[in-house]
């Protein structure tokens, strides 16, 4: 999966199209700007398309509540107690303290709990435990999430978590001194339980001479009953199962509309793994949805991505539904086509290479509802499967979400960006001009080419990378991606009309890699999320090796700090010399190798240059993260009661959506 790296209520309860004046923001608070989407083409759908994706939203929707328990198991009686001390609240709402606690609701909205969605940093809250205490406490107990017992055992049980700085202080603890999984707050594993004890629970279960192997523990909490580690799955009847049951029931609304029987099959096979939490019913899914290359409309929808595991064992819960974007997915269909020669001709060693490239499909695709892990905070690209044999046997199916980057530019335009971070003048031009198509086919040629190409040496499982797997593979793919765009294959096969496209890519690449991604971090803080390491390692590791020649320079100006790439093709070289080791790295498990590579490059932070970019950002007045609120699906029905149609309302509220979903999407207990 690839995120959003690069920084950069006028229609409300308009039901039509789009009009050019559409408001992109709706809400801006702390370091978050929530946009909104556009979803054009919907209404060229047939009315069974439009109803398949109405009943496949209901349950990606539905999910909610397993993110937000899955990412600390506090996170529900404190989002349900704020949210009803928001709604039920008579004191005075204009209160500097209530704003605080209001802001406070709404970062926990958007990060899907009390931890920022990339820094994994605790939020502290800006108001007084002594507030909280008050407006609580003014509460009628009959509003409030009473799970833990009477009022004052809430408090006990939330307060700490929320306001002692030492407790749960990283949902994610990627410092590899340290026991990672004592030190993350989240909910995968029972307190006390160690990453020793982990390690060597799943180590056990991976055999060599297993080919096929599932992806153990991806849909479990693992806990200890008499002592003795087990799993909790996350299945009907299992843990989550409340929720899970609301899942089924609007998965198997869609079925009848399903386009054709391979995907009837894809959502009969997912109804069953809900079911029964069988990882080898995953798996047949997970092919079955690869081979799936002919729906129009498509989805996501379950325990998938495991960025939120330390380890990268278990994998939180998220959701996309979408469908085709047929004109700009003959881009992508292009790259497909070619996937065997970018794979022959990729700078890696020859043993690494896929002989025969399987199942590669690629699609632009328009979203129509984001849920999980998904959102507020979206992907741009997602590759799945995630199984390394499932890629080798069966392919992969990559997308590139057009109408979620075409949201990013249209809301960042004019901001002022490129001015204050962009040294030379043709730069400014070329991204200008390019840098739409450079940001989408970097992203085509990442999850389509890139997560897809290479293979595994014999003997190796996969998951020797630990905590510096999803690093380094982010970073394997991203270099394939900076590789080829700027190939002149990409100009022959009419990809790109000339190589500016890749220089305006490169250029803004490096100046983010090594400088103007740090507006993410706070001050005194290390780079702790995968992807932002990844863009660090990459940008940190070609300076230094390009030093000799010059190939990027770091120029000050009037005391600004600007990141100028001086030869495009031998920083080229070295994205080639860097996916070749990364390559083997992968290949052969080389833990302390990519170790090095990730310590060495993607952590550490310049507080000189860290300060000074946060000082000229700051002057910017710009958010430096953005996510978005989905469009509202609504139902038409026919005189018989059945729905006949489904119409879009463009919702201009991140409250009233939030407050939306927990009121008509919430299913778990606060305790689970």
């Known amino acids: 999966m690839i995120t959003t790296g690069i920084l950069s209520g006028c229609a409300s309860g308009s039901k039509e199209n789009p009009k050019d004046d559409f408001t992109w923001q709706v809400d801006r608070f702390d370091d978050v700007k929530v946009l909104k989407y556009q979803v054009p083409g919907f209404e060229t759908l047939n009315p069974d398309q439009k109803i398949l994706i109405y009943y496949l939203s209901q349950a990606a929707l539905c999910g909610r509540d397993i993110l937000y328990d899955q990412n600390f198991k506090y996170n529900l009686p404190i989002r349900r107690t704020l949210e009803a001390v928001y709604i039920n609240y008579e004191g005075d709402r204009a209160a500097e303290e209530f704003k605080a606690l209001e802001k406070y609701l709404k970062k926990i909205w958007f990060a899907n709990g009390i931890h920022h969605h990339y820094s994994m940093d605790k939020f502290i809250p800006e108001f007084s435990e002594q507030y909280f205490d008050n407006v609580v406490n003014s509460i009628p107990e009959d509003k409030l999430p009473l799970d833990f017992g009477k009022k004052d055992h809430l408090l006990a049980v939330i307060k700490p978590a929320m306001f002692d700085p030492e407790l749960y202080k990283k949902r994610v603890c990627l410092d590899s001194d340290k026991d990672m999984i004592v030190n993350s707050a989240m909910n995968y594993y029972e307190e006390g339980i160690t990453q020793t004890e982990v390690e060597e629970f799943y180590g056990k279960m991976v055999t060599d001479d297993d080919l096929t192997p599932v992806s153990y523990g991806l849909n479990s909490k693992l806990v200890k009953d008499n002592g003795q580690l087990v799993e909790r799955k996350w299945k009907l009847c299992g843990m989550y199962s409340q929720t899970i049951d609301k899942i089924l029931f609007w998965l198997n609304k869609a079925l009848p509309y399903a386009e054709n029987e391979v995907q009837k099959k894809t959502i009969q096979q997912l109804i069953s793994y809900y079911k029964s939490g069988d990882l080898k019913t995953f798996d047949e899914y997970s092919v079955t949805w690869v081979k799936d290359t002919v729906s129009e409309v498509d989805f996501v929808n379950g325990f998938i991505e495991v960025y939120g595991d330390p380890l990268g064992y278990k994998a939180s819960w998220e959701a996309i539904v979408n469908f085709k974007n047929i004109e700009a997915t003959k881009r992508t269909e292009t790259i497909s086509e070619w996937a065997q020669w970018f794979e022959d001709n990729s700078p890696i060693d020859n043993k690494f290479k896929k002989k025969e490239v399987k199942g590669v499909s690629a699609k632009v695709i328009t979203v129509a509802t984001l849920g999980g892990d998904c959102f507020p905070p979206t992907p741009i690209g997602i590759n799945l499967p995630n199984s390394d044999w499932i890629r080798r046997d069966h392919g992969s199916k990559s997308v590139t979400i057009e109408n979620i980057t ?264 606060s305790k689970n």
């Open 406 to 669: 075409h949201a990013y530019s249209q809301a960042s335009k004019g901001d002022g960006f490129a001015d204050e971070f962009v040294l030379r003048e043709d730069d400014k031009e070329r991204m200008e001009k390019y840098g739409s198509l450079a940001d989408n086919l970097h992203t085509d040629l990442h999850e389509c080419l890139g997560h897809g190409s290479g293979v595994l040496a014999p003997g190796v499982k996969g998951d020797e990378l630990k905590n510096y797997g999803s690093t380094l593979e982010e970073a394997r793919a991203d270099l394939f991606a900076l590789y080829y765009l700027a190939d002149p294959k990409m100009v022959e096969i009419g990809l790109i009309p000339n190589l500016d496209v890749a220089k305006a890519e490169y250029a803004k690449y490096m100046m983010n890699g090594l400088m103007t991604q740090l507006t993410r971090i706070q001050p005194g803080k290390n780079v702790e999320e995968s992807h932002m390491r990844n863009r660090k390692l990459i940008a940190e590791w070609c300076y230094e090796k390009g030093l000799a020649d010059n190939v990027i320079e770091k120029i000050v100006e009037n005391g600004k700090t600007y990141i100028v790439v001086n030869d495009f093709d031998k920083l080229r070289g070295l994205f080639a010399d860097l996916l070749r080791e990364v390559q083997r790295i992968k290949s052969e498990g080389d833990f302390d190798a990519g170790k090095k590579l990730v310590e060495s490059y993607g952590v550490k932070v310049d507080p000189e240059l860290h300060n000074e970019v946060m000082e000229r950002y700051a002057k910017l007045d710009l958010a430096p993260y953005s996510g978005f609120i989905n469009p509202i699906l609504h139902p038409v029905q026919g005189d018989d009661g059945k729905i006949i149609d489904v119409v879009i309302e463009y919702q201009n509220s991140f409250t009233e959506q939030m407050l939306h979903y927990s009121e008509n999407f919430s299913y778990l207990p």
